[in-house]
């Protein structure tokens, strides 16, 4: 029952700004760790960001300085904010979160269906 929806994709010069959006919904009892990942053509889906319940934060060294990960509890959201893109940002990124759904004793693991940032030179 749980859904991870990503907003906020798109085509940006780079140098330009954007700000990713998911948000989760469904049968939630409480969200763990929250994170984007990205995956661009021909390579990997590697991680971007994560963000704890606790907003500890980690990220992948080429974004440090103009990404920036945050999170609403009260909206179950997490959001990415993207500065100074470079071309290399180009890929679709994904939404990842553990959540503890209710009825159930464990966490599991949960995927958006990603949203494509594109960054023109």
């Known amino acids: 029952q749980v859904q991870l929806v990503e907003s906020g994709g798109g085509l940006v010069q780079a140098g330009g700004s954007l700000r990713l959006s998911c948000a989760a919904s469904g049968s939630i009892l409480s969200i763990n760790s929250m994170g984007w990942y990205r995956q661009a053509p021909g390579k990997q889906r590697d991680l971007v960001a994560t963000?704890?319940?606790?907003?500890?934060?980690n990220y992948v060294d080429s974004v440090k300085g103009r990404f920036t990960i945050s999170r609403d509890n009260a909206k179950n959201t997490v959001y990415l904010e993207m500065n100074s893109l470079k071309p290399e940002d180009t890929a679709v990124y994904y939404c990842n979160a553990e959540i503890l759904v209710t009825g159930v004793y464990y966490n599991s693991n949960y995927w958006g269906k990603g949203t494509l940032v594109t960054v023109s030179s």
């Open positions: 963000i704890t319940s606790a907003r500890r934060t």
